[in-house]
């Protein structure tokens, strides 16, 4: 199953760059097994100052045609590390082929994108920053497979 993170903004050289690249590499290896990844993050950028809208139309061309579509929303359901990996295992035995995973700019996710969700998370009732939210994504993604492979990363 494809994972794909389609996101707002250009990510920079720095710290949540490393933290996300690190992650998504665990998560590959250890996926791989499991039919998890790879994992990919899809870029866009609204150079015309469009707002929301134009971000939406721009996420909606970015998301691979017949993925499940998964935004990070604070509007969205807050899960364990246990549920979502038990989530991502659901989406696989449903033999989806691609996931995409989408993050909206600093406004957050247009309402005409939210609508074609198949599901939203949140990362808990508080903002966070649209960079550090795929650093986080990555880190819960290389966890979720820790979780299904049994391995000893993801301690209760």
Same mark, same amino acid.
């Given at each position: 199953?494809?994972?794909?993170?389609?996101?707002?903004?250009?990510?920079?050289?720095?710290?949540?760059?490393?933290?996300?690249?690190?992650?998504?590499?665990? %998560?590959?290896?250890?996926?791989?097994?499991?039919?998890?990844?790879?994992?990919?993050?899809?870029?866009?950028?609204?150079?015309?100052?469009?707002?929301?809208?134009?971000?939406?139309?721009?996420?909606?061309?970015?998301?691979?045609?017949?993925?499940?579509?998964?935004?990070?929303?604070?509007?969205?359901?807050?899960?364990?590390?246990?549920?979502?990996?038990?989530?991502?295992?659901?989406?696989?035995?449903?033999?989806?082929?691609?996931?995409? %995973?989408?993050?909206?700019?600093?406004?957050?996710?247009?309402?005409?994108?939210?609508?074609?969700?198949?599901?939203?998370?949140?990362?808990?009732?508080?903002?966070?920053?649209?960079?550090?939210?795929?650093?986080?994504?990555?880190?819960?993604?290389?966890?979720?497979?820790?979780?299904?492979?049994?391995?000893?990363?993801?301690?209760?």
């Amino acid at each position: 199953m494809r994972v794909h993170i389609c996101a707002v903004g250009r990510m920079r050289q720095g710290p949540e760059r490393l933290l996300t690249t690190d992650y998504l590499e665990r %998560f590959e290896r250890s996926g791989r097994a499991l039919s998890l990844g790879p994992a990919t993050i899809i870029e866009v950028e609204d150079k015309k100052g469009g707002g929301m809208q134009a971000e939406a139309a721009l996420l909606e061309r970015a998301i691979p045609s017949g993925s499940l579509i998964c935004i990070l929303d604070e509007r969205g359901k807050t899960l364990s590390s246990p549920d979502f990996a038990t989530m991502l295992a659901s989406w696989r035995d449903q033999s989806r082929q691609d996931i995409a %995973f989408v993050i909206g700019g600093a406004d957050g996710i247009d309402p005409t994108l939210r609508t074609k969700a198949d599901a939203a998370i949140s990362f808990g009732a508080m903002v966070w920053p649209h960079m550090l939210v795929r650093a986080m994504l990555a880190e819960q993604l290389y966890r979720a497979a820790s979780i299904l492979a049994g391995a000893p990363y993801h301690r209760i």
